[in-house]
């Protein structure tokens, strides 16, 4: 036996005990452990049944991640739930927590299986663009029927232990001491002789084939066009557990699983996943936080009444503060909209928005904020209004509190040098809106202190968001990125591809919306507000697009205003003459002969531009790491999962692949077009991004 797993002996009952913290993965000394104490249980005459439990807060939740990308050591899981399942004597799996991807297939490998009330049962595999390896495609649908396995394995989300009994998943369920209850089920096996039931032998789901083949076929269909081969390739295999014996559907099981992690698509995935976890590795990690029950926000705004509403949701005390009494009533409107919108969807009780409502306060004087542990300045994009309302809070606020800047693009380090505590300043940049987007980019100054850097990451783990640590510049990593991202898509339409197109080459890649979309959505108005600020400092000889400015001088906001890059049919984005007419203004001015661009050619040139800003933002340091980039885009940006992020996507692509184009596209706009200074070397070195995350 190993230390993963001990063997218990209760009576004529013995008990595989898991004990691998801390959510008791199916690693290869847990699969080890099974295995060895299942064939000691065995060899015992005594054993009459067998039970197969976990300490700690979960019963397996799933593979063991540090193993993903490895060869498996023996047994393998398939091979493991095979010898449960073909026990002898009857097995009884005792869930809690979140029996989730291999720890579900295990429990169904047992003969019986009672859960707490408490616990959440589910096959998420779908987001690691995989399937469920060891047996789930073949086992669930023969106890639930294929349209209820479906949606369990195309959906990947969890379901209660109540939900799960009810369609047939668990036998039991109990409110409390389960392993006692599981205890007694399996006494009352042994002693009553009862015969194992071996799922593989159960019909079910199975007892009405005409509906079984219908919900395979309405599965079919609905993902016919699905850029994903995982749901595809699942609902494959619950049709061979109609069609094939058992053993044959566990080896199209296991074939359709070896392909699809081979996919380039899983490898996105996986990235994804990886990089999400290692982002929270920053330096400031280790440090302990300051205090932080008490959250200011000044601003009532979208933005302000979003991160308001969030903190609220957190348990956290908030106070919003605002310029006059009627702006302050707008915004406290906002958060209470917010609120219900919450009730209405069932993400918040009526008493836990009662609570959230008696935790918040509202006040016009900067002296409302004093008792403020953290407090968030989230108005508008303008540095002087912005150092304003930060000389206002530093002058009141107490030792130690933080103060915060929501801003999207200023320098962090000259707004806290408007302060008497830069050591106390640090950025939380919030994506809108801000109770939904899970992004939040901490941005550290240069006198940041680690502990007010640790404090943005405690509040970032109280909200449920993905925080990214970033560096100061111009837009951060975020929206710097979007800068290169925007001009490269400029630049391609002033040189002849129609706006439209370049949208809908992006949303052919996976981009829910194309750059001049989301440029029109978000309201072409802040970018604006942005190139005038920089318009002293910009390099004369630098291509420069004069399109947006054109459309803002022509009242041309966006959806907001009804027009932009497009005209809109409420929210319908509708090519508009104007800004045809605007644009072939532009092209002739500069003499510009239009060029034609395939949909390839415009994915490559985005692509690249951000692949290639982003690597100059790993060699000024503002990123730790290629990953952390590709969280940002992937959490703030839309930016497709299953490509991984925009370095991900360059490894694919090539280093060396990625500095040739760049260098192919310079005669383009040569001051833009210039690799970043890392490639070189990472070139010579054969280095790809990923080899930089660690």
Not at 609 to 634: Q, T, Y
Request: with cysteine.
């Amino acid at each position: 036996m190993t230390e993963a797993v001990r063997l218990e002996r209760d009576g004529n009952v013995a008990i595989l005990v898991i004990d691998s913290p801390p959510v008791n993965a199916l690693g290869a000394a847990v699969r080890q452990g099974l295995a060895a104490g299942l064939d000691r249980a065995l060899a015992d005459p005594g054993v009459g049944a067998i039970v197969i439990r976990a300490e700690g807060r979960t019963f397996p939740a799933g593979a063991d991640i540090s193993e993903f990308g490895k060869p498996p050591a023996d047994p393998w899981l398939p091979d493991l739930c095979n010898r449960i399942e073909a026990s002898p004597r009857p097995v009884v799996a005792a869930l809690h927590g979140t029996a989730l991807g291999g720890g579900l297939e295990l429990a169904l490998a047992a003969h019986w299986r009672i859960a707490l009330a408490s616990a959440r049962v589910g096959l998420p595999e779908v987001s690691l663009g995989i399937l469920p390896g060891a047996g789930g495609t073949q086992r669930t649908p023969r106890l639930i029927g294929a349209a209820a396995a479906l949606d369990l394995m195309i959906s990947g989300q969890p379901v209660g232990a109540v939900q799960a009994l009810a369609m047939g998943l668990l036998d039991e369920v109990v409110e409390t001491d389960l392993p006692a209850a599981a205890l007694a089920l399996a006494q009352r096996l042994a002693d009553t002789g009862a015969a194992p039931r071996p799922v593989r032998d159960r019909r079910d789901g199975m007892r009405d084939p005409v509906a079984f083949e219908a919900a395979i076929a309405a599965a079919r269909a609905a993902q016919a066009n699905a850029r994903l081969p995982g749901p595809r390739r699942i609902v494959d295999c619950v049709e061979a557990a109609l069609l094939l014996p058992f053993d044959q559907g566990l080896a199209f099981e296991r074939a359709a699983f070896a392909e699809l992690v081979a996919s380039p698509e899983a490898a996105g995935l996986r990235h994804a996943f990886f990089a999400e976890r290692r982002a929270a590795k920053m330096p400031e990690a280790a440090v302990r936080p300051r205090a932080l029950d008490h959250v200011g926000v000044v601003g009532g705004g979208l933005m302000g009444a979003g991160i308001a509403h969030a903190c609220l949701g957190a348990g956290l005390r908030v106070t919003l503060m605002e310029r006059d009494r009627e702006s302050l009533a707008r915004g406290l409107e906002r958060v209470a909209k917010l609120q219900q919108g919450a009730v209405d969807k069932g993400r918040m009780t009526e008493t836990q928005r009662d609570a959230a409502w008696d935790r918040l306060s509202g006040t016009t004087e900067a002296a409302g904020m004093a008792a403020c542990d953290l407090a968030i300045e989230a108005v508008f994009e303008d540095f002087d209004v912005k150092t304003e309302v930060l000389r206002n809070l530093d002058a009141v606020l107490k030792p130690g509190a933080v103060l915060a800047t929501n801003t999207s693009y200023l320098d962090v380090n000259a707004l806290a040098a408007v302060t008497g505590r830069p050591a106390d300043v640090v950025g939380l940049h919030f994506f809108s809106p801000a109770h939904v987007m899970k992004l939040l980019e901490i941005v550290v100054g240069a006198q940041t202190a680690p502990d007010a850097v640790a404090t943005g990451l405690a509040l970032a783990k109280r909200l449920g968001k993905v925080a990214v640590r970033s560096g100061v510049c111009d837009g951060f990593i975020g929206n710097r990125i979007l800068s290169a991202y925007r001009q490269a898509a400029e630049y391609l339409v002033e040189d002849g591809a129609p706006i439209a197109r370049v949208d809908r080459a992006m949303r052919g890649f996976g981009m829910p919306l194309g750059p001049f979309e989301v440029s029109d959505m978000a309201g072409l108005q802040i970018a604006w507000a942005r190139r005038k600020r920089l318009a002293a400092t910009r390099d004369p000889a630098l291509r420069y697009v004069a399109i947006a400015d054109r459309l803002c001088e022509a009242g041309r906001f966006g959806q907001s205003t009804g027009k932009g890059w497009y005209a809109y049919d409420g929210r319908k984005p509708v090519e508009d003459p104007e800004v045809t007419a605007i644009v072939a203004a532009e092209r002739a001015a500069r003499g510009i002969v239009a060029q034609d661009f395939s949909d390839d050619e415009i994915r490559t040139r985005l692509l690249v531009a951000m692949a290639n800003e982003g690597a100059r933002i790993l060699a000024e340091g503002i990123a730790l790491r290629p990953s952390d980039i590709d969280v940002v885009k992937l959490f703030g940006y839309g930016f497709p999962r299953w490509e991984g992020g925009p370095m991900h996507w360059a490894d694919r692509f090539g280093v060396l692949q990625l500095k040739q184009a760049v260098e192919r596209f310079a005669p383009q706009a040569p001051g833009f077009w210039v690799p970043a200074p890392n490639l070189d070397a990472m070139v010579r070195n054969g280095t790809r991004f990923a080899d930089l995350n660690d």
